[in-house]
C-alpha cells in the first residue's frame, strides 16, 4: 500500500459514517494508523504555530483533527471485541 492511501484502498481512513467492515483486512491496520497520525501530527504543528489561546481557536480545532483518528480506533476496537467475543 501507498504511503499516503485513499479511503478506496484502506478503509479505515474514511473517517466517518458507517464503516464498511468487510472490507478491512489486518494488513490495512498498521499503514492506516501510520498515515493518520502523521497527518495529525502536521496538522498539530501548523495549528501549534498559529494558534491563539481561546476555545474556538484552540480546543475546537483540535477535536476536529482528532476526529478522523477517533472515528478509526473506534472502528478497530469494535472489530477486535466482535472477534475476541465468543458469541
Known sequence: MSASATVHQN????GSGLPT???ITP????PA???????LWK???ILE???????????E?????????????RVLNHLM???NSPD
Not at 27 to 30: L, P, R, S, T
Not at 33 to 39: D, K, R, S, Y
Request: no cysteine; charged share 20%; aromatic share 10%.
Open 11 to 14: 478503509p479505515l481512513l474514511q
Open 21 to 23: 467492515f468487510t472490507d
Open 27 to 30: 494488513d490495512q491496520v498498521e
Open 33 to 39: 494508523f501510520t498515515q493518520l497520525l502523521t497527518e
Open 43 to 45: 496538522q498539530l504543528t
Open 49 to 59: 504555530s498559529s494558534v491563539e489561546p481561546t476555545w474556538s481557536a484552540l480546543v
Open 61 to 73: 480545532p483540535l477535536e476536529q483533527l482528532t476526529e478522523r483518528l477517533s472515528w478509526s480506533w
Open 81 to 83: 471485541a466482535v472477534k
